[in-house]
């Protein structure tokens, strides 16, 4: 078996050009797919694992998580008058002029913020009540994009903000700015005007629900969701170009194999007549396969990571870092094992349809 | 040539079996480039379409990316209109109007709804009605060809959003504008999102003898416009849009050029199996007294043929998958993304697809000339 091995591998290392191509292609193919699927499992990552047990009360028709909400601070009192605990104001928008500049704000109540949402200080210290005005705690993303850290000043709207911390979530809210409701309201000019309230799920109110003055009530997180959910569509097409590019390679490797197996045809008629099976013929050609699509997949993989050190995504000012993960990389040895034996089925069929006997009278 | 023509065909039906499987592979990557190359096509005339030339400026409020993030007040709109026509002459301005704007999520797609006088909507924004009416009442909407196509609707049926029902009563096409678009009266739309927030844009219709951007530079001159609002040509709004998938633009001109090296890689994978195979055929007619030149023209040929074949064959299967397939055809951030196969799209991917044929027949076959001839009958 090993003889047989090494003398398949023996046989593409003495094609090389024809191995590299073949390698190249298919390599071409496992980075379409890992670049398509690591996009896929980042936005799913960072966004589509957000909605929480609190709903949302905001303008109806909106992404008010984003921006576009704005309310009166007086429906509150409608909120509690319906019997709702506990609402608390949150302030959601953007400001720039264009995609390039843009820098998502959200103004949090600095005494309650910290029970809605999981956040990590990267450094410096959170937001709290009694903060001075003018005080920013910045998410990871975006201070990296605007290249401060904590104690340093940063640029807001033209208005110079202390930032007191850095914190990372994991979620696109590292791509925001967290200040006062106050000092949001007043950067905006909104009086006090507030973007959503957030509600706990007590069962008055359900999501879906509308309310009087164009209001209605959502599943907290899903804003941002359904905001990237926009893109989907196009991830679906591309799915249709990777399983043409999954046919498309099978294809390639079978035709190369049995290239490769009637250049050999002579060799391997003699195998056969000194007894070996074809099944230990199959075994000559899936080494050679699994090498080929093995070096695709590697290729591929580093293929992807440079692709995403490069080609950072940024949806509308939220950034996000597209990555591999283990169970991807797991996947895509899966799929190599697949091409693989799906590339031998018809090589396979054939040399066991030869003639051990007639092929050498033919080739001698 | 016709003797050149006769062998290399006469070449491709003996090999007919593993030609077909060569065509077969290539055709299926053809389809790949094609489907990217589509996609990278539809988002690269939406980002730079610029849309209508039109004499309109909006006034928006400052430091806003969606107009709806502000509001525009009265008395800054009545100071803009007096001072171009101070500036410009009575007759300027041919019609001013102010425009309640929102970007709304409606039936699972994103929509700007405009509320506007009804002589705006013909006479600045330039709506050609496509069937129905234009709105009057107050419960009344027309909605954009793009805005019907996204969402189904018939015109007479009943819409709603924002808690309240509307009729939609006319289809109209707004040629400036670049996302599926909602138009009612400027009293509906009071009645509808409130008169807290006033009006978000201040829309000018211009006399055309004017140049809409020497108006634009002078008004954003004016004392008292400056710097709480901006004021923009109306298409370079809508161009704003094209910058937000500026990055969808990218990528999908990575996987474009990802699924061309995929054709590359098999055409040259097709070519090398080809010379390996036929090695021994090669060094006899060298022997015979063909150049290197000549045989390589021959490998180009054959290599050409097969490439054609496979690009007509992945050309009629992309089609077929652009027709068939619901992916094909879809709607992101209010725009319509159709994958068509257009001129633009397929006649540069023939190109390309016949140079990868000729770079790989040149890299397999390029030593072939300084070969010896007597080591390549040995091998």
């Known amino acids: 078996m090993r003889t047989l091995i090494r003398y398949s591998l023996q046989d593409l290392a003495a094609h090389w050009k024809l191995s590299l191509a073949m390698t190249l292609l298919i390599g071409a193919s496992i980075l379409f797919f890992l670049v398509i699927s690591g996009y896929r499992l980042t936005l799913g990552r960072e966004y589509a694992a957000l909605p929480d047990v609190n709903l949302i009360v905001q303008e109806s028709n909106t992404l008010g998580e984003l921006y576009g909400s704005r309310i009166q601070a007086q429906v509150v009192e409608q909120l509690y008058a319906l019997g709702v605990s506990q609402a608390i104001p949150e302030f959601h928008d953007t400001v720039g002029t264009s995609v390039d500049d843009m820098l998502m704000l959200r103004g949090v109540d600095p005494a309650r913020y910290q029970t809605l949402d999981r956040l990590t200080l990267l450094s410096g210290q959170a937001l709290q009540p009694g903060d001075p005005p003018r005080t920013a705690m910045l998410g990871r993303r975006l201070a990296e994009k605007l290249g401060v850290s904590a104690g340093q000043a940063a640029l807001i709207r033209g208005r110079q903000f202390n930032v007191c911390g850095v914190f990372h979530t994991g979620t696109y809210a590292d791509n925001e700015a967290w200040v006062s409701i106050a000092d949001a309201q007043d950067l905006l000019g909104w009086g006090s005007d507030v973007s959503l309230y957030i509600i706990p799920d007590e069962g008055i109110l359900q999501p879906g629900q509308s309310l009087a003055g164009g209001l209605s009530v959502a599943r907290r997180g899903q804003g941002a969701y359904i905001s990237v959910s926009q893109k989907d569509p196009l991830l679906s097409a591309m799915d249709i170009v990777i399983q043409a590019l999954a046919v498309a390679a099978v294809l390639a490797l079978t035709n190369t194999l049995i290239r490769l197996a009637w250049l050999r045809r002579r060799e391997l008629a003699i195998l056969r007549c000194t007894g070996f099976q074809s099944g230990a013929l199959a075994v000559y050609l899936f080494s050679q396969a699994l090498t080929l699509t093995l070096g695709g997949a590697l290729l591929g993989v580093a293929g992807t990571m440079i692709v995403f050190v490069f080609l950072r995504a940024d949806l509308a000012g939220m950034s996000f870092e597209p990555r591999l993960d283990a169970g991807l990389v797991l996947i895509t040895l899966g799929l190599t094992l697949l091409l693989s034996l799906l590339g031998i089925v018809l090589p396979v069929a054939w040399i066991r349809r030869l003639m051990p006997g007639d092929l050498l009278r033919d080739t001698s | ?379």
């Open chain 2, 1 to 379: 040539m016709i003797a050149f023509l006769g062998y290399l065909f006469k070449d491709l039906r003996h090999d007919w079996g593993r030609s077909l499987l060569t065509v077969a592979s290539l055709s299926i990557m053809v389809i790949s480039y094609l489907l990217t190359a589509a996609l990278a096509d539809a988002f690269d005339e939406f980002g730079s379409r610029p849309g209508v030339i039109s004499h309109n400026l909006v006034m928006l409020a400052a430091d806003t990316i969606d107009p709806m993030q502000g509001s525009v007040s009265q008395e800054a709109f009545d100071l803009a209109v007096a001072a171009v026509q101070a500036q410009f002459g009575p007759q300027s301005v041919r019609r001013a109007e102010p425009t309640i704007f929102r970007t709304l999520r409606i039936q699972g797609d994103t929509m700007e709804v405009f509320a506007v006088a009804p002589v705006g909507m013909t006479e600045i924004y330039n709506l050609a009605l496509l069937a129905g009416r234009l709105p009057t009442g107050r419960a009344e909407i027309a909605a954009s060809q793009e805005a019907v196509s996204l969402a189904g609707w018939q015109v007479g049926q009943e819409v709603e959003f924002y808690g309240q029902f509307f009729q939609l009563v006319g289809e109209v096409r707004y040629e400036a504008g670049k996302i599926a678009s909602l138009w009612m009266t400027y009293d509906a739309g009071m009645a509808l999102f409130g008169e807290r927030r006033g009006f978000q844009v201040g829309a000018l219709n211009i006399s055309g003898e004017l140049d809409p951007e020497t108006v634009r530079a002078y008004l954003e001159s004016v004392p008292g416009i400056r710097p709480a609002y901006a004021v923009y040509l109306e298409h370079d709004v809508h161009a704003r849009y094209g910058q937000a998938i500026q990055d969808l633009l990218k990528f999908t001109i990575v996987m474009d050029i990802l699924a061309l090296s995929v054709i590359t890689f098999g055409v040259f994978n097709a070519t090398s199996l080809t010379l390996t195979e036929r090695s021994r055929e090669i060094a006899l007619l060298r022997v015979a007294g063909f150049s290197g030149s000549t045989v390589r023209r021959f490998l180009f040929g054959r290599a050409l043929v097969q490439t054609l074949a496979a690009y007509l064959l992945g050309w009629g299967l992309a089609r077929l998958v652009t027709w068939k397939h619901a992916a094909s055809s879809f709607s992101m951030h209010g725009m319509h993304v159709q994958i068509i196969l257009s001129p633009q799209v397929v006649l540069p991917g023939l190109v390309l697809t016949s140079l990868c044929a000729w770079l790989a027949v040149w890299l397999t076959t390029h030593h072939l000339g300084q070969r010896n001839l007597v080591v390549l009958l040995n091998e």
